[in-house]
């Protein structure tokens, strides 16, 4: 079979543990500098590995004060009239260091050929001594440098490492793209990923990519294996098993010769018998484990496909319609929180965070908007069965920026995740308009032997298939003279939820709807620096509750609208998770950031807008004098996400606050799988003066997650 033997009863595989791993978790030394080249003599504070530096012991002082050019030239918050700044490129640096220093001790136990350090992000830019030599450095801000210190180690023996990295963006060469983000307003050091070391014999397994099809349920493997050693025949032996259960699906092998100092790529096809497929509602994981014989690597991975589709302008995950509903997580946004701490870094709050949560919320995506996560945040999606747009930490381009670093580093971003089933789609950038990024993207496409496709921001789509992304933020204020109140909101009124303007670019691609709602609250109720002008305008006198109450109830109809009228692909309420603070541009949807606790409000409308059963009552226009008009028609669209047909009754209720009925109407209803269809209702009005509530709800039968409401607000005049 083309020099590859497949045996599924296998009697010569190598032995899997040649590979040792040593993470370096844990606590670290720590200490600041200056001079780069000033390695402390003392060392007098202590931080978490990973972790970010403002949790430091005894703390730093100004620890992540950093204004960045971008920051400093906002419309809004940026500092005016002053003509020095015109010679600034990178930012302003408002403490006083430039460096700090991580250290810690590791011993290694036996010899072994190859050993490599990992730090699989830090920021900003790292440096390492091993035992008081320079081992090497990486400029990568959220993407993996892998170090060898071979000989620099002792084997056996106690070594000494030392971490330096950048106490600031401007520690790095300005060439060097660190992230951008026009909203963030602190820029936290700190290796914030695992670090281990990894000792094994030669051939050393330097990369291994895994590419799923379905159609032919197989995998193709591409490892990429270095010698360090003398010329000779080897062979990679590989072993294929259920994640969870263990058992073994079937092994292989296949030979190869190398050179002393070669690296060869080791391309080949398994068969995946009686493949089990990966989805949100049943994230199945396998494994695969290849060996060299001195080395060997495992990495998980998920039997599915996903795609876009011009012609369509629809998602397909396993060649299946899929309708993805979600949100965002800015991650290093809330990196600036007060009471971000260790919680990304803490298991059962990322598992809360990204498998329960999600789950009551009815979500199967999010973006993870501008900043990379851990890496732990990838595999936990992965058993979660979330669909990740991955984000680059990119929004708006520089002109001094070396092109060759920003495409090394999108090609380690690439190999950082290329392995997870829940990664679906790469996502070049936010909100820029940069042509370069087409050619870039298509450079870097062939890469992905999963042929994983590419989002451009609001640059043009750079493939057929790719989408366009597409941030719609109605205008409540734009009404054309039209009294605005919590009651009657002619955004909506004579509308289909089309592509806005945000996209920038006319396009027929599929529409990815990642950002909507310019009503943000903090989280205590406040307006921020975004949506003051909206709750001054039309609920001055609103409470902080109140004011939550309005914020839930409008989040959720703009869900149901742009979930109705089967315009995007895609609909990711823009945020789950950010940083909160007096200054913050927007908010996210917790009470309680701490422990994960949602605000009820949100929760209540939310949970119901993202429904697989939807249901979106198209009524906004709610001040009503009282018998101008004895009955209401009321369009209600139901919306069917599921892949089988549902029936039942849709009810128009009209209710007064308290809950007691005025009014009811119900007609039977039916969807076919993944449509969309709607039903008019009649249903009279009050007939008194006052302030109500009207709900379309969808009473299905034999469908467990039962009912799914609709709500509006509604006052009759006199």
């Known amino acids: 079979m083309k020099n590859v033997l497949w ?18 978790n844990g606590q670290w030394d720590i200490e600041e500098s200056i001079k780069s080249d000033a390695v402390p003599r003392k060392f007098n504070h202590k931080v978490s590995v990973p972790g970010l530096v403002n949790q430091s012991q005894p703390s730093f002082a100004n620890v992540d004060k950093f204004t960045t050019i971008d920051v400093i030239r906002h419309p809004i918050v940026g500092i005016k009239d002053n003509p020095s700044l015109d010679t600034i490129k990178v930012g302003i640096v408002a403490q006083n260091r430039n460096f700090f220093w991580y250290r810690r001790s ?26 008081g030599k320079k081992a090497g450095e990486h400029f990568g801000c959220f993407t993996a440098g892998y170090l060898d210190i071979t000989r620099f180690v002792k084997q056996p023996g106690k070594n000494e490492i030392i971490i330096r990295i950048g106490a600031h963006p401007k520690a790095l060469p300005e060439w060097v793209p660190f992230g951008t983000d026009l909203e963030k307003r602190k820029w936290t050091p700190g290796i914030y990923d695992d670090v281990s070391v990894i000792a094994c ?54 030979s190869f010769e190398m050179v002393k100092n070669e690296s060869v790529t080791v391309t080949h096809v398994i068969s995946v018998p009686a493949q089990h497929l990966w989805s949100p509602d049943d994230p199945f994981l396998y494994e695969l484990s290849a060996s060299t014989g001195g080395d060997d690597f ?35 946004r809330f990196f600036e929180d007060s009471l971000c701490r260790d919680n990304p870094w803490n298991e059962k709050w990322v ?61 380690e971003w690439m190999r950082d995740h290329w392995n997870h089933p829940s990664v679906v789609i790469w996502d070049m950038q936010n909100e820029t308009k940069w042509d370069k990024l087409e050619e870039i993207i298509n450079k870097h496409r062939p890469m992905d032997l999963s042929n994983r496709q590419w989002e451009n921001g609001w640059s043009k789509p ?45 396009t027929v691609h599929a529409s990815v709807l990642n950002e909507y709602a310019w009503l943000w609250l903090h989280r205590d109720g406040k307006p921020t620096i975004l949506s003051d002008d909206f709750y001054n305008a039309v609920v001055p006198d609103y409470s902080n509750q109140e004011r939550m109450d309005l914020y839930g ?101 009209i209710e007064k606050p308290d809950g007691s009925m005025i009014s009811s109407r119900q007609v039977p209803f039916e969807v076919s799988d993944l449509m969309a269809e709607t039903f008019l209702i009649d249903c009279d009005y009050p007939t008194k003066p006052g302030e109500y509530v009207v709900k379309a709800i969808a009473h299905p039968d034999n469908y467990e997650p039962g009912t799914t409401t609709s709500i509006r607000k509604l006052k009759m005049l006199p």
């Open 7 to 24: 045996i599924l009863v296998f009697f010569s595989l190598h032995s899997f543990g040649q590979r040792s791993v040593h993470s370096l």
């Open 106 to 131: 590791f011993e290694l136990k036996e010899n072994k050929e190859v050993v490599v350090l990992k730090i699989n992000k830090a920021q900003f830019g790292t440096q390492v001594w091993i035992n």
């Open 201 to 254: 014999n030669n051939p050393y397994i330097e990369t291994l990519q895994i590419a799923p099809d379905i159609n032919a349920s197989q995998i193709k493997v591409q490892t990429k294996v270095i010698n360090y050693k003398e010329a000779g025949k080897f062979s990679l032996d590989y072993k294929v098993k259920e994640w969870k259960s263990g058992k073994e699906v079937v092994t292989g092998t296949k």
């Open 298 to 332: 495992a990495s998980r991975f998920g039997m599915r496909e996903f795609h876009y589709d011009t012609k369509t302008k629809l998602a397909y995950l396993n060649n299946k319609i899929i309708f993805l509903r979600g949100s965002n997580i800015c991650l290093h």
């Open 351 to 411: 598992r809360r965070l990204l498998l329960d949560i999600p789950k009551e919320m009815n979500w199967n995506s999010f973006r993870f908007c501008i900043g990379p996560a851990p890496d732990k945040w990838f595999e936990i999606a992965d058993e979660a069965g979330l669909l990740i747009q991955n984000e680059f930490f990119l929004w708006t381009q520089k002109d001094y920026w070396r092109v060759e670093e920003l495409e090394n580093q999108l090609s």
């Open 462 to 506: 750079a493939g057929e298939n790719d989408p366009s992304e597409d941030h719609n933020y109605l205008s409540y204020t734009d009404t054309g003279g039209a009294k605005i109140s919590p009651w009657r909101m002619p955004a909506y009124t004579h509308r289909n939820a089309s592509r806005s303007n945000n996209s920038f670019n006319p």
């Open 553 to 653: 109830y409008l989040i959720a109809g703009e869900t149901e609208y742009f979930r109705a009228f089967r315009n995007y692909a895609a609909v990711h309420f823009f945020t789950f998770l950010t940083a909160d603070f007096s200054t913050a541009f927007t908010s996210d949807l917790f009470q309680d950031v701490q422990n994960l606790k949602l605000n009820p409000v949100y929760l209540k409308y939310m949970k119901e807008a993202f429904k697989p059963l939807g249901v979106y009552l198209h009524f906004w226009m709610g001040e009503i004098k009282v018998n101008s008009a004895p009955a209401g028609r009321f369009p209600v669209i139901v919306i069917n996400d599921e892949y089988r047909k549902l029936k039942g009754e849709i009810e128009i209720r």
